[in-house]
């Protein structure tokens, strides 16, 4: 107990001193903005780490004469962190406010975890809702500014110091055990002190400094000031107590230097005579925040909240961290979209005093740019996706019509014959078929027939015409050189001269065969002066899938020029129709019926695409600019895919300019107090932001602490109380009795308790049934060996043959047997069966199966008639449909003839005298038991001196591994093959060793059995 106390003191007065030391710490900015802008750096720190030296020699002279080596090593390594840490907040001070560089440091705290966690030491979930708090903090004291965080590369070099002294803090704690305080104090500022000579030397070097010593008053007051009580003091009572407190403890007391900065910045500024900031409310506020979160941290004062235990794993440790990570990652991001949100509106704010109007011609004419953009390239779109579905219409017609003919020759004879003529007078102005021939080479005659069908083609031809009155004609040309047209052109085609038209070598009809689908042609001027044309044409084909001709339709652009360059184009645009090498299709300037075109890239054309020609050519779609300043002009363009064409919309920028101008002039005037204002109040809408995420994350941790233990205890008790039940108390009952699931948890225990008692009472008595069980199981196991036959000494002595046999079941009785007998005194009787089943039923079945095959062997008959018997017997009374696979071989010792007889049993392996075992397959009978009066076949085999039968049940090449592969014939063959001199007896060890290494440990489901016996002859006789 005194020895607790003892520690309590101990970690309260090292506490006491680094509260101390944070004092001296916070004044020393005052010092530090004191010194002069021309001194070095490195010379200030040589300077007061040689004054701390000598002061610390005076006073530890006997134990810095006595220093040990691991100690100047351990001095090193702080002198270079520490070095690191004077040198960046030397040149981040200078000419700073006390307070914002107090600020900074303070900002040093958030780094300690992070380097804890890489160094993988332990850290308590709740130092994060501290360095949250903390950071909160900091930025209330920064007035909610997170950009005055970096306003200036000396807040940059601020936080490298930040860094170099968090690393310092977990050095500090980690080094200081066991070490002398003075020794190693000593060491670290001799270590700085050459550091910081090397530096200085440098810079006198590079020219950036001089040699000679400071005579500045100012600098020899902070270098006193520094050197006795930052340097020696502050060291050495750093080093003492950080060995009593962990370095996050000792950090977040440090970090309170920031509320001693506030107190004593306007004393210490009047007395050097220094400029100082007022402190604000919220300036306050965030100092309290600092003290919070050292709270914390602290674990006696967290235990009061519930916080008990959280270094070991529990649910509510898992709830506590879930339910916190959850709040802070909620806070930290709404918190930073507002904060983000607000910044960009002050900044978009501050932004507009810089002359709103001046930037209102750029803005407006980016927007109604990009506007212009957008609604030109949309029009361009829209003009594509319109003459897209026009075509469309024009190349369904075509695909339909081709379909059509394609139609009519795959199914002719359901079509009726009608007569085409040749284009006649009377049908000029009308709607009329005409007949044309490629050739007079042609024989009409010879194509009357196709004529004919084709005729069929009005039905199609008719209703096109007249639903698009842009169709001049549409045709069909075949093959074979007949042409069919329809149209109202028929005085076109009078006279000999027009009866005839090689179609097959013009472009359409060579187009669309190669192409085998609908195509569209280039633009042309109708031959008629009927304006430009396009001709769609698609490919049909015959019966057999060959091509049959082409059917085509002549389409006026009229309309559909007038659609892309006319309709919606509101003036000052423009619209134009080019094809994929830049001649123009349809334009507002191009008359449609002149006859005549022109290339955007014609020299001697103005045209405004000629500059921006090839790269809409090539993209297809997009949009571009061409010319410069006002005469500027935006083209948006689109394909249109099918007829490989673009439309280009032309918009000049002026259109833009214009209105533009007006919103600058309209919108000149700025207000910088309106600005202001917003400003200051945006300010504090972030500082009341960051207050009120403070305070959630308080309350939430404290109401987060009670909850979880609230049901935390009553798992505890639960827990306590199971573990008693789980030594063996089961008289125990748990006495939660909570109105929750914990309380249903704990009356489902007690229950459980009770069951338990219940199910350990069955347990006995089912144990001792059980057990009665194994034994009769066990009698029967050695019944069941007793009545397999195993005089094999009798067999193998004074008889001509050598006989062994052995059975291992699956379960405790098996279904397989054995059985062999003397017939009379020259005749040996062999069996081997397999019940199907397993366990008491098969046995039973296998003592009833033996009993009657023996019986009727003993009456002499032959093995065909032993198995027609015993399958007779057994058949006859079989109520629960059992069957047994048998091998019964009768052996006449005399004359070595085995004479076998085989009812769905394995083949036997047999070995000749001098030769390899292998399967007998002999003739397969039905099985005993399975089907009544089944006949079955009988067969010899001769043995000769010295071989060998081997007989099995399928235990043995069923036999299955890990991996459920079958042991098979072929590895028992190999077996059997192994030595061949080995008697039965060893043979059957071989098998039995080969199946073994085979499985391994796995289970095996079925019995096994086998046999295997050697005829000698007269000579073993």
């Given at each position: 107990m005194n020895n607790v106390g003892s520690k309590v003191k101990v970690k309260g007065l090292a506490t006491a001193g680094l509260l101390f030391i944070t004092f001296l710490s916070a004044i020393q900015f005052v010092f530090l903005a004191n010194i002069p802008e021309d001194v070095s750096n490195f010379a200030f720190v040589f300077i007061t780490n040689v004054i701390g030296m000598t002061v610390l020699f005076v006073v530890r002279a006997k134990s810095i004469l006595h220093l040990k080596g691991q100690t100047l090593k351990k001095g090193a390594g702080l002198a270079l962190l520490l070095t690191g840490f004077n040198f960046f907040i030397l040149i981040g001070s200078k000419g700073m406010d006390s307070v914002v560089v107090s600020s900074t440091v303070s900002l040093y705290f958030i780094f300690v975890t992070p380097i804890l966690l890489l160094l993988k030491k332990k850290v308590n979930f709740l130092n994060s809702i501290a360095t949250l708090i903390a950071i909160i903090a900091l930025l209330l004291l920064f007035g909610g500014d997170i950009e005055a965080l970096f306003r200036s590369a000396k807040i940059f070099y601020l936080l490298l110091a930040d860094v170099f002294f968090a690393l310092y803090v977990v050095a500090v704690s980690a080094v200081g055990e066991g070490e002398d305080n003075g020794g190693i104090v000593f060491s670290q500022m001799l270590f700085s002190a050459l550091f910081s000579c090397v530096g200085w030397g440098a810079e006198v070097a590079t020219g950036r400094a001089t040699l000679g010593v400071p005579t500045d008053g100012r600098f020899w007051i902070s270098a006193l000031f520094i050197g006795i009580f930052i340097r020696v003091i502050y060291g050495v009572i750093q080093v003492a107590c950080q060995k009593e407190v962990s370095a996050l403890s000792a950090s977040l007391i440090f970090s309170s230097e920031i509320i001693i900065t506030i107190l004593m910045n306007p004393i210490m500024s009047t007395l050097l005579g220094v400029a100082h900031t007022k402190t604000t409310l919220y300036q306050w506020v965030g100092a309290f925040l600092l003290i919070i979160s050292m709270l914390v941290i602290d674990d006696d004062i967290m235990r009061r909240f519930g916080y008990v235990g959280t270094d070991e794993p529990s649910v509510s440790k898992k709830m506590v961290i879930n339910t916190l990570t959850f709040t802070m990652v909620t806070l930290i991001l709404s918190t930073g979209i507002s904060l983000s949100a607000l910044y960009f509106i002050r900044d978009s704010a501050s932004e507009a005093t810089g002359g709103l109007g001046k930037k209102a011609t750029g803005i407006s004419t980016t927007a109604m740019t990009k506007e212009l953009e957008n609604s030109i390239q949309s029009t361009a779109k829209d003009k594509a996706k319109l003459a897209e579905q026009k075509l469309e219409t024009y190349s369904a017609s075509v695909r339909y019509a081709a379909s059509y003919a394609s139609s009519l020759f795959k199914r002719s004879t359901q079509y009726p014959k009608r007569e085409v003529m040749p284009a006649q007078e009377k049908n000029a102005g009308k709607l009329s078929m005409q007949l044309l021939l490629a050739n007079p080479s042609i024989s009409y005659d010879s194509l009357r027939d196709s004529c004919k069908l084709l005729g069929n083609m009005e039905d199609v031809f008719r209703p096109i015409s007249e639903k698009n009155e842009n169709v001049m004609s549409i045709y069909i040309g075949t093959r074979d050189g007949l042409m069919i047209s329809y149209d109202a052109y028929a005085q076109l085609a009078l006279g000999e001269e027009n009866f005839y038209y090689?179609?097959?070598?013009?472009?359409?009809?060579?187009?669309?065969?190669?192409?085998?689908?609908?195509?569209?042609?280039?633009?042309?001027?109708?031959?008629?002066?009927?304006?430009?044309?396009i001709t769609c044409v698609a490919p049909f084909y015959m019966a057999d899938g060959s091509f049959g001709g082409c059917v085509a339709m002549d389409v006026l652009m009229e309309d559909l020029n007038e659609s892309m360059v006319s309709e919606g184009i509101v003036n000052p645009d423009v619209a134009m129709l080019i094809d994929n090498e830049g001649n123009v299709i349809a334009s507002k300037d191009l008359d449609p019926k002149a006859q005549e075109s022109y290339s955007i890239f014609d020299e001697e054309k103005d045209s405004d695409l000629k500059d921006a020609g090839k790269t809409i050519i090539k993209k297809k779609n997009g949009i571009t600019s061409t010319g410069e300043g006002e005469d500027e002009i935006y083209v948006a363009f689109a394909s249109i895919d099918s007829v490989d064409w673009i439309i280009c919309i032309l918009s000049p920028v002026t259109s833009v300019i214009e209105p533009a101008n007006h919103i600058r002039e309209t919108i000149e005037a700025n207000s910088e107090s309106v600005v202001k204002t917003f400003r200051e109040k945006v300010g504090t809408m972030v500082q009341n932001m960051l207050i009120l995420a403070a305070m959630i994350l308080i309350l939430v941790t404290v109401t987060v602490g009670w909850f979880s233990k609230k049901i935390s205890d009553p798992l505890k008790e639960l827990k306590a109380d199971v573990l008693e039940i789980s030594n063996g108390n089961l008289e125990r009952?748990?006495?939660?009795?909570?109105?929750?699931?914990?309380?249903?948890?704990?009356?489902?225990?007690?229950?459980?308790?009770?069951?338990?008692?219940k199910h350990i009472t069955d347990i006995r008595e089912m144990t001792a049934k059980e057990e009665r069980i194994a034994g009769e199981l066990a009698m029967a196991t050695g019944i069941q060996a007793g009545v397999l036959p195993t005089n094999f000494d009798e067999y193998n002595t004074g008889k001509n043959l050598q006989i062994y046999a052995s059975m291992t079941p699956a379960k405790e009785v098996g279904g397989d047997f054995y059985d062999f007998f003397m017939v009379d005194e020259d005749h040996l009787c062999v069996v081997i069966a397999d019940v199907a089943g397993k366990g008491v039923p098969a046995a039973l079945f296998m003592m009833v199966s033996k009993a009657i095959l023996a019986s009727h062997a003993m009456m002499k008959k032959s093995p065909a008639k032993i198995l027609e018997d015993t399958n007779t017997a057994i058949c006859s009374n079989n109520k629960e449909d059992m069957f047994v696979t048998v091998w019964l071989g009768i052996l006449e010792l005399s004359t070595g003839v085995l004479t076998a007889a085989n009812a769905g049993h394995e083949y036997p392996a047999i070995r000749m005298a001098g030769e390899e075992f292998e399967n007998y397959k002999d003739k397969h009978g039905f099985v005993i038991g399975g089907l009544e009066d089944v006949p079955y076949t009988e067969y010899t085999v001769q043995l000769t001196p010295g071989s060998t039968v081997f007989v099995y049940t399928d235990g043995v090449p069923e036999a299955t591994d890990a991996k459920e592969e079958l042991f098979g014939r072929e590895r028992m063959?190999?077996?059997?093959?192994?030595?061949k001199e080995a008697d039965p007896k060893e043979i059957l060890s071989n098998v039995r060793e080969a199946v073994d290494d085979f499985v391994q440990d796995a289970e095996q489901f079925d019995d096994l059995t086998m046999l295997c016996f050697t005829y000698l002859g007269n000579e073993g006789k």
């Open positions: 090689e179609f097959r070598k013009a472009g359409w009809y060579q187009m669309a065969k190669k192409a085998g689908t609908c195509v569209f042609t280039d633009t042309y001027w109708d031959s008629y002066g009927r304006g430009l044309t009952r748990t006495t939660v009795d909570t109105d929750d699931e914990i309380g249903d948890l704990a009356q489902s225990f007690n229950k459980m308790t009770d069951a338990l008692q063959l190999r077996a059997l093959n192994r030595d």
